[in-house]
C-alpha cells in the first residue's frame, strides 16, 4: 500500500544530511557533560542552537541520556505527539548530519510509533515537555550496520534535543453526526472506537469536479490555519473503484502533517478551516490531487477520496 505522507509533505526526515551552516550560537556558558556525554561546547541553553565537541574515548554500548536543563511541563510518554528540535553528530566527528534549528521548522513525531530511531523512542520517554537532554545512542538503537547517507555504518550518534510541545492524542475524533443527505457522495461511517470508518462511495456516479470538505462528526475544538501541525488518522480511496490506497490505520500509527508544507493542495485546502477533534470527509478531484501523473497504485487523473480524524494540533 501506498504510503501517502512521502507524496503529501516535504520531507522531515530526522536523520536526512541537510545541516546547512555549522556554526552554534553565541553562548557564555559551556557545557561539560559528564560520564561519558560529549561536551555542549556553545549555545548551551534551551532553544539555542548547540554545537557540540568529539567524544571522548570508547563510545557507550548502550543507550545514554542526560538532561542539560529539566522543564516543567508533562512527562512524555508513548502515544504522545511531541514537537522538538534536536542536532545530531556523530560520535567521532564534530560535525552535525542534521538539525531543525537552522531549518527553523521543529520536528513533530508520535513517540514510540516507530518513526525515528530506537533510541529515540526510548531516551525520550519520561522526559519533561521544556526540557533539553541529550542523548547518547549505540548503533543497534540508530542506523546499525547499513548507516544513512552521511552517517557511517556501526556510528554512534549524539544528540542535543530541545522538547517544546506534547499532546495527548485521543483514539478517534468525536462530535455531532452531520447529516449525509447527498446521495452522489460517499458516505463515511460515524464510529468513534479508534477503528477506522467506513466508507461507501456512489456506484455508477460521476465524480464531483470541485473540491469537497464535509464534516461527518462536528466538534468545538479549534479552527485549524495553514500554519498548524495537524496530528491525524485517515483513510484513502479510489473514487473509481473503491480501493484503499493509505490507510493509518492498518499501520496502527498517526500521521503529522504541517499544512504550511502539504503538497496535495485538496488536502491542505479542505482540512484549512476545519475544526480540531471533527472527522471530515474529502473528495479531491484530479486537478487538486496528482492530476495526469500516476502515484504507484494511484491512476492518473484520479479522484480521491478521504476520511479523515483531526485528532489534535501541534
Known sequence: MRRLAGLLVVPLLLLTAACGSDKGSDSDSATASKNGFPAITAGAKFGEKPTLSKGEGDPPKELKTTVISEGTGAKLKNGDAIQVNYLGQAWDSTKPFDNSFDRKQPFDLTLGAGMVIKGWDQGLVGQKVGSRVELVIPPDLGYGAQGQGDIKPN????????????????????????????????????????????????????????????????????????????????????????????????????????????????????????????????????????????????????????????????
Open 155 to 314: 556510528a554512534t550518534l549524539v544528540f542535543v534535543v530541545d522538547i517544546l510541545k506534547a499532546t495527548t492524542i485521543p483514539a478517534s475524533a468525536k462530535g455531532t453526526p452531520v447529516a449525509q443527505d447527498n446521495a452522489d457522495l460517499p458516505k463515511v461511517g460515524t464510529n468513534t472506537d479508534g477503528k477506522a470508518p467506513t466508507v461507501k462511495i456512489p456506484e455508477k456516479t460521476d465524480p464531483p469536479k470541485k473540491l469537497v470538505s464535509n464534516y461527518i462528526l462536528e466538534s468545538k475544538g479549534e479552527v485549524i490555519k495553514e500554519t498548524d501541525s495537524v496530528v491525524v488518522n485517515y483513510v484513502g480511496l479510489l473514487w473509481k473503484d473503491g480501493k484503499a490506497f493509505d490507510s493509518t490505520y492498518t499501520t496502527g500509527k498517526t500521521q503529522t502533517f504541517p499544512l504550511a508544507q502539504v503538497t496535495l493542495k485538496g488536502l491542505k485546502n479542505g482540512l484549512i478551516g476545519k475544526k480540531i477533534g471533527s472527522r471530515v470527509l474529502l473528495v479531491i478531484p484530479p486537478d487538486q490531487a496528482f492530476g495526469d501523473k500516476p502515484q504507484q497504485s494511484i491512476p492518473a487523473n484520479s479522484t480521491l477520496v478521504f476520511a479523515v480524524d483531526l485528532l489534535a494540533k501541534m
